[in-house]
Every structure is written in C-alpha cells, then in structure tokens.
Antibody
Framework: QVQLQQWGAGLLKPSETLSLTCAVYGGSFTDYYWSWIRQPPGKGLEWIGEINHSGNTIYNPSLKSRVTISVDTPKNQFSLKLTSVTAADTAVYYC?????????????WGLGTLVTVSS | EIVLTQSPGTLSLSPGERATLSCRASQTINNNYLAWYQQKPGQAPRLLIYGVSIRATGIPERFSGSGSGTDFTLTIRRLEPGDLAVYYCQQYGSLLPLTFGGGTKVEIK
C-alpha cells in the first residue's frame, strides 16, 4: 500500500520560494505520475502539476512560470518549488499519486502541509 | 480549460435519505474521465469514483456515479452521519489543466 509523507516550510514571506518534498513508501515509484495539488483555506482544489520517475513534468499553465517539480528517484521522493509567493499562495499543499497514468484521478494523498505567506 | 460547476452548494439531509449531487462541465468530457472525491473536515480528499461510475477500492456500494458528456451525478444512498463532507468532481485525461468543481457540502440533519 502506497503512503505519502510530505514536509516543508510552513511560513513564508512574500517574494520567497515555497519548497515542499513528498516521500513515497510502498508500491512502485517508477510506475506512476506524482502530483501536487493545493487548497486555499475554505476553498476548492487546484492542480499544480505532476512528474514521473524520469523527470517528465506536466504543469498547470496558470502556474507554470513559477513552478518547478523535480524528482529524486533513488530516494523515491519528488519536490515542489514555487517562486515569488504572495498571500494568494497561502494554502494546504497536498502531494498525491496519479491512479494509473499521467493526467489521471488521484487515488492516494498525503496529509497536506499548510503554507502561509505573510509579511 | 474545462470549468466544472457543482450544485447545490450545500445539501442538508437526514440519515437514511438519498443525496444527489450534480457536476456540469463547460465542455464535453471525453472517455468518461470524471472522478468524485470526498473531503471530510480536516482531512485530505479521498477518491470515491473514477471513470464516471467505477468505485475506487474500498468504497461502499452506497456511493454511485453516473452521467455522460457534460452532466454527471454522484448519488449517495442511505446517508450516514459519517458522510458529512464536501464532495468534489474532477475532470482528467483531457484538456489541461486538470480541474475540480467548487464542491458540494453535505450536511447531516
């Protein structure tokens, strides 16, 4: 059974870079795509992007200019960087596993990390 | 971008009743690439349904999905207190970006 454990800084100042990492336990890291999704407090879900073990990435066009998703396959980890954050980037950030292929439903989720952007 | 509109915003029902949640897409969703999630307070979303009507692993038969094209429905039969949650639809495998609906909150009287 795949489990996801995520971590990263929870409090940032405007213009800083958000950095989160998600570790994958159990299952086959190389068989799937791995995604980042965020949820502002009290609001809905927004897909940020995804990556596979080879480093192939697919990004949400609305965030593409500020987002980098990277992978460390030997460690079964993938990471998110979001530059030039503002208060609008305050959200719970989730890592998730794509169910079968790329651009898929998400069948396993991390617990989420609340990232607050405030001066 | 495919915009998903969910209705109603809030549904308040009694235990044992049936909940019918709607998700309407701004464009046809091809290949039945429509999923539903349940998000309980303080938790991450959980996949309920994918491919419009296929229940994910461990999801009770009380949850069912239907629809095609631009109109989709999640039905929850015999509501239980534990079904209190926000339910989201999501389209995938089609036009980027992947998008979610705004959610329907199910309240249990």
């Amino acid at each position: 059974q795949v489990q996801l454990q995520q971590w990263g800084a929870g409090l940032l100042k405007p213009s800083e870079t958000l950095s989160l990492t998600c570790a994958v336990y159990g299952g086959s890291f190389t068989d799937y795509y791995w995604s980042w999704i965020r949820q502002p407090p009290g609001k809905g879900l927004e897909w940020i992007g995804e990556i596979n073990h080879s480093g192939n990435t697919i990004y949400n066009p609305s965030l593409k200019s500020r987002v980098t998703i990277s992978v460390d396959t030997p460690k079964n980890q993938f990471s998110l960087k979001l530059t030039s954050v503002t208060a609008a980037d305050t959200a719970v950030y989730y890592c998730a596993k794509d169910r079968v292929g790329a651009i898929d439903a998400f069948d396993i989720w991390g617990l989420g990390t609340l990232v607050t952007v405030s001066s | 971008e495919i915009v998903l509109t969910q209705s109603p915003g809030t549904l308040s029902l009694s235990p044992g009743e049936r909940a019918t949640l709607s998700c309407r897409a701004s464009q046809t969703i091809n290949n039945n690439y429509l999923a539903w999630y349940q998000q309980k307070p303080g938790q991450a979303p959980r996949l309920l349904i994918y491919g419009v009507s296929i229940r994910a692993t461990g999801i009770p038969e009380r949850f069912s999905g239907s629809g095609s094209g631009t109109d989709f429905t999640l039905t929850i039969r015999r509501l239980e207190p534990g079904d209190l949650a926000v339910y989201y639809c999501q389209q995938y495998g089609s036009l980027l970006p992947l998008t979610f609906g705004g959610g329907t909150k199910v309240e249990i009287k």
